[in-house]
């Protein structure tokens, strides 16, 4: 990471918009992530490689929840199927990681869980477990500014997305999405905390906050 103009925490991409380095905002663009790492990826209007299960997902979404991400099988020449704006990518396998970094040291590592029928964004719990990812310098080495806290989600060893911020979740052991369609109002052994997202009216499902327990000091 270069030496440059320092940045302490922020939360929201949407700042981090307005003021990053406009030569760091590449790692928002999610195919570039993907076509560095030599994954199998190419926006709408490429032909698909090869037939197999891909990951449908926007380019860019600065609103986050993986609103428009989906899976898909498409057939190897597919060119159409695609949406403007969108891009597919191999699907990955492999544990799900969100890794807060500190000045390029892990700070916090979640594991995510999700039901495998459910949709991409509908996690049922994040847990909090070692750190055991270091800072990717090879992909993220040349920033030409210094942010202090940066989020790199991952499947196994590939990252999927990267976030010049640190996570907008809060510091709990474990975390339960409880969602407006869930019907428990109550998880014994756990507290509610309002956290509410729509995904700026967009997520089918608003989440209303978190079942959490176990917040380390």
């Known amino acids: 990471m270069e030496t440059g103009k320092k940045f302490t925490k922020l939360l929201q991409d949407e700042d981090v918009w307005q003021i990053a380095h406009p030569d760091d905002l590449w790692v928002y663009d999610k195919l570039i992530v993907a076509k560095k790492q030599q994954l199998k990826c190419g926006p709408a209007g490429v032909n698909i490689p090869e037939t197999n299960n891909y990951i449908i997902r926007p380019i860019t979404n600065m609103v986050g929840m993986s609103l428009g991400a989906k899976i898909m099988k498409l057939a190897a020449g597919d060119k159409t199927t695609v949406p403007t704006g969108h891009f597919f990518v191999q699907q990955l396998e492999g544990p799900q990681y ?34 055991m990812k270091d800072f990717p310098t090879k992909l993220l080495g040349s920033l030409k500014y210094q942010y202090s806290h940066i989020n790199v989600e991952w499947i196994g060893d590939y990252i999927i997305e990267v976030h010049l911020r640190g996570s907008p979740d809060p510091d709990y052991d474990e975390l339960i ?23 700026d009216g967009l997520l089918p499902d608003p989440r209303l906050g978190f079942f959490v327990r176990s917040k380390k000091q």
Do not use: M
Not at 180 to 199: A, C, H, L
């Open 98 to 131: 969100s890794v807060t970094y500190e000045n390029c040291s892990p700070l916090s590592t979640y594991e995510a869980h999700r039901d495998p029928t459910s949709p991409l964004w509908k996690f049922d719990k994040w847990v909090k477990v070692d750190n």
């Open 177 to 199: 999405p409880v969602w407006s369609s869930d019907v428990q109002t109550s998880k014994p052994g756990y507290e509610f905390i309002v956290n509410y997202e729509d995904g």
